[in-house]
């Protein structure tokens, strides 16, 4: 079964947006890809993951750097051949940058 999380947008429903921003080198072109899903699922990451590999330039790879969340971490998830998925730690929130913003909402 597939794990979910709900981003609640108000009265207009749920939605999540996931964002990745590509970079060859620090001073290369900055390439994206982005979605926004009704929900955090394997299925939705594995279109994530399609949209990324697409980005990728030919013959160059992507190593992701992400949370330990059950949509990343599933052995269900098609990951395509030019992409690496790299766990963080678990339990280790002064890495993910995010974790800084869920605390400031928890805190306001």
């Known amino acids: ?20 921003y590509l970079r060859s080198d620090l001073s290369g072109p900055r390439l994206g890809a982005s979605l ?3 929900r955090c699922t394997t299925s939705a990451m594995a279109h994530h993951l399609e949209e990324i ?19 990343h971490t599933t052995r269900k998830l098609l990951v395509p051949g ?8 678990a339990r280790s929130p002064e890495l993910n940058p995010v974790e800084k913003l869920w605390q400031f909402m928890r805190d306001n």
């Open 1 to 20: 079964m597939d794990s979910t999380r709900d981003a609640t947008l108000g009265a207009k429903g749920s939605a999540h947006a996931v964002s990745l």
């Open 36 to 38: 926004v899903m009704p």
């Open 53 to 71: 590999s697409a980005t990728v330039a030919p013959g160059a790879y992507a190593v992701l750097l992400l949370d330990q969340a059950g949509w």
């Open 82 to 89: 030019n992409i690496t998925l790299l766990p963080l730690p």
